[in-house]
Nanobody, 115 residues
């Protein structure tokens, strides 16, 4: 039974940074591509970053150059370093395997960026 737990969110001012973590269990992490999603208030969840098993990454345009996704296979954990945060980054952030599984969604972690 796969379980993903997001952490690291919080309230920050524009221009500041946060590092999110996605701790996994019950999956063969090292052979799974992983992804970060976010869901702004009153909006649908959207893909923002992805990391392949070989470390190749992809980012949506709105976060490119500011966010960095990484993984630590020894810890079964994926990370999202978020720099120069903007108010439009305010959202609940989630992680999942690729392709996403509906039963793997966790509670997410709230990121709030004030102007």
């Amino acid at each position: 039974q796969g379980q993903l737990v997001e952490s690291g969110g919080g309230l920050v001012q524009a221009g500041e940074s946060l590092r999110l973590s996605c701790a996994t269990s019950g999956i063969h992490f090292s052979v799974r591509a992983m992804a970060w999603y976010r869901q702004p208030p009153e909006s649908q969840r959207a893909l923002i970053a992805q990391i392949e098993t070989d470390g190749t990454t992809w980012y949506t345009d709105s976060v490119k150059g500011r966010f960095t996704v990484s993984r630590d296979n020894a810890k079964n954990t994926m990370y999202l370093q978020m720099n120069n945060l903007k108010p439009e980054d305010t959202a609940v952030y989630y992680c999942n395997v690729v392709p996403w599984r509906n039963d793997f969604w966790g509670q997410g972690t709230q990121v709030t960026v004030s102007s």
